[in-house]
């Protein structure tokens, strides 16, 4: 199944680890912050925050849809409101009520999806959220975003808490090394983080699949080819001002997504570029003036069930892996 991605131990954490730390942070001070879930105290590591705020954390039991309305209602009285359940059936189960009761009614209520993409891995199909990207692309007035490490997951969670606008944001439960050794950004939703830069080619990518791009792009780097590599951790808004500077300056464009092929970050990168084509009289092909001639590959789950294994089987059955990542980039560039 290919070379396994490897992530290293030590300080690194799981998002999930970091969302309930950094709620139970924010939560000392501010007492309208509150918690509702659906049986998922313990998978979404929020059995601390239970135990420290009772009376800030709501349990619902396996409703998805009532937890969705509780947490619309909660909203709409003021609290800041964090609805959590695994993605595969919040997005699903609740969609309408995602789709009427927080986005069409405009309540701030902060959609947790959980143990997200194929974290679930031997579960199965019915336990992969395949689709949340492009059901919620679809659905006006809610931001979509996939923190890819600590740092992002931090930010996006603080972000979340003060912003007056719904959002969903999308977890998965492996432990996720930093991005970068010195954290300096300055994370904002629909802005995309550059993670390193190169000259040769782009790597688009979002949530866990940014480090495996990462790892591709040193691998890259001993062919003599130079990756920049790009977390776009909001899928809505598309980081469009990021996106138009990576087709001016490389010769190929690849994105990364723990999602169907149809309708995620890949196409939504897609869309956007092709309709935002200018002619270039120098060249036979469309640019923006830039290098960029159209070289452009998707990355993700192909149109079919998944096979069987971990999560990481899984990945590396798909290509979403440093080798697959490289090997995809390296034939990307062979048709220039």
């Known amino acids: 199944m290919g070379t396994d991605t490897i992530i290293t131990q030590g300080k690194a954490k799981a998002n999930l680890d970091v969302f309930s730390s950094t709620l139970q942070e924010l939560a000392q001070y501010d007492r309208n912050i509150v918690v509702v879930t659906s049986d998922s105290r313990g998978s979404g590591k929020l059995g601390p925050f239970g135990?420290?705020?009772?009376?800030?954390?709501?349990?619902?039991?396996i409703a998805e849809q009532n937890l969705v309305g509780v947490a619309a209602g909660l909203a709409s009285a003021g609290k800041k409101v964090f609805a959590v359940s695994p993605a595969c059936f919040l997005t699903a189960r609740a969609l309408e009520q995602i789709k009427n009761d927080v986005a069409y009614s405009d309540n701030p209520v902060k959609v947790i999806g959980i143990s997200a993409g194929v974290s679930y891995g031997a579960l199965g199909s019915t336990h992969h959220s395949l689709?949340?990207?492009?059901?919620l692309r679809a659905i006006n007035n809610i931001i979509v975003a996939a923190p890819a490490d600590n740092f992002e997951t931090e930010q996006a969670i603080r972000l979340a808490a003060e912003s007056n606008q719904p959002i969903y944001l999308r977890f998965g439960k492996k432990p996720m090394q930093s991005l970068k050794e010195e954290n300096d950004d300055e994370f904002a939703f629909g802005k995309g983080r550059i993670i390193i830069e190169g000259n040769d080619i782009a790597i688009i990518a979002t949530g866990e699949t940014v480090y495996p791009a990462l790892q591709a792009a040193r691998k890259l780097k001993e062919q003599n080819v130079s990756a920049t590599v790009i977390s776009m951790h909001t899928i809505k808004p598309l980081d469009?001002?990021?996106l138009k500077a990576v087709a001016q300056k490389h010769k190929a464009i690849v994105t990364i997504e723990e999602h169907s092929v149809y309708g995620g970050?890949?196409?939504?990168?897609?869309?956007?570029?092709?309709?935002?084509?200018?002619?270039?009289?120098?060249?036979q092909r469309p640019s923006f003036g830039g290098v960029w001639g159209g070289l452009f590959e998707i990355i993700g789950i192909p149109?079919?069930?998944t096979v069987t294994g971990s999560q990481q089987d899984i990945f590396n059955h798909y290509g979403i892996?440093?080798?697959?990542?490289?090997?995809?980039?390296?034939?990307?560039?062979?048709k220039e």
Do not use: R
Not at 131 to 135: E, K, M, R, T
Not at 265 to 283: F, R, T
Not at 321 to 334: N, P, T
């Open 131 to 135: 689709h949340d990207f492009a059901v």
């Open 321 to 334: 892996s440093e080798e697959g990542i490289s090997k995809a980039a390296i034939q990307l560039l062979s």
């Open 303 to 305: 149109d079919e069930y």
């Open 240 to 242: 469009t001002e990021l």
């Open 265 to 283: 970050l890949g196409e939504a990168c897609a869309s956007w570029l092709l309709q935002n084509i200018i002619s270039n009289k120098d060249s």
């Open 51 to 61: 135990q420290k705020f009772p009376e800030q954390h709501i349990e619902v039991g």
